[in-house]
């Protein structure tokens, strides 16, 4: 089992730049794909981006490529999500996710554990 906790949200002007970091408890990180899921006011939660145990395979929504990159530390136990050229449209509660499964990673039932989010404000 592992826990996670997001950190790195706030308040930032359009065309900024942040930082999100989740880290997670539990000796078996590393086996861990792990994802980036956002969920905007009134609307459902949305799948963001993904990268496997090493790190080796990313994937991203196509609204933030080129604009977003996730990456990890096993040695800390921690998965980043750097955000670029922030939008608007950008602002959302972000949550990270873990899972050790390696199917529907693009989707919210492929997912076991969540932390609690970090909130994420674009102002324009």
């Known amino acids: 089992q592992v826990q996670l906790v997001e950190s790195g949200g706030g308040l930032v002007q359009a065309g900024g730049s942040l930082r999100l970091s989740c880290a997670a408890s539990?000796?078996?990180?590393?086996?861990?794909?792990m994802g980036w899921f956002r969920q905007a006011p009134g609307k459902e939660r949305e799948f963001v981006a993904f990268?496997?145990?090493?790190?080796?395979?990313?994937y991203y929504t196509d609204s933030v490529k080129g604009r977003f990159t996730i990456s990890r530390d096993n040695a800390k136990n921690t998965v980043y999500l750097q955000m670029n050229s922030l939008k608007p449209e950008g602002t959302a509660v972000y949550y990270c996710?873990?899972?050790?499964?390696?199917?529907?990673?693009?989707?919210?039932?492929?997912?076991?554990?969540w932390g609690p989010g970090t909130q994420v404000t674009v102002s324009s």
């Open positions: 996710a873990g899972t050790l499964r390696i199917a529907a990673v693009t989707t919210m039932a492929g997912y076991d554990y």
């Open positions: 539990g000796r078996t990180f590393s086996s861990y794909t």
């Open positions: 990268i496997n145990w090493s790190g080796g395979r990313t």
